[in-house]
């Protein structure tokens, strides 16, 4: 799933950035939009995906809430790390 949800759809590349970025720490939408310098609704997006796909979690409520890496996610970071490099030698 986490091939498909990274290498298999559009938006692939957006996503893999989202799950880097919480990998150091959690981060609310309005943050990673301005980390990852992508539009908020997009950021909005793409973590109810990775939410309903079980690779993020969230705690709190509205604007302040914040999203961090499941626990399986954590557990299958190494898997990621390859998609990540397969990733990156797509696009060069």
């Known amino acids: 799933m986490l ?7 559009r ?3 957006n996503r893999a950035k989202i ?7 959690p981060y609310n939408s ?3 939009s301005e980390e990852l310098n ?5 950021i909005r997006h793409h973590i109810k995906i990775l939410e309903d796909s079980g ?3 969230s705690a709190g409520e509205k604007y ?3 999203y961090f890496l499941s626990k399986s996610m954590e557990l299958n970071y190494s898997d990621f790390e ?7 030698d797509e696009k060069k």
């Open 3 to 9: 091939w498909w949800l990274i290498l298999g759809t």
């Open 11 to 13: 938006g692939g590349l």
């Open 19 to 25: 799950i880097k970025k919480l990998n150091k720490r």
């Open 30 to 32: 309005h943050q990673l």
């Open 38 to 42: 992508v539009n908020y609704r997009t």
């Open 55 to 57: 690779v993020v979690n």
């Open 64 to 66: 302040g809430k914040m």
């Open 82 to 88: 390859l998609i990540w490099e397969q990733l990156k």
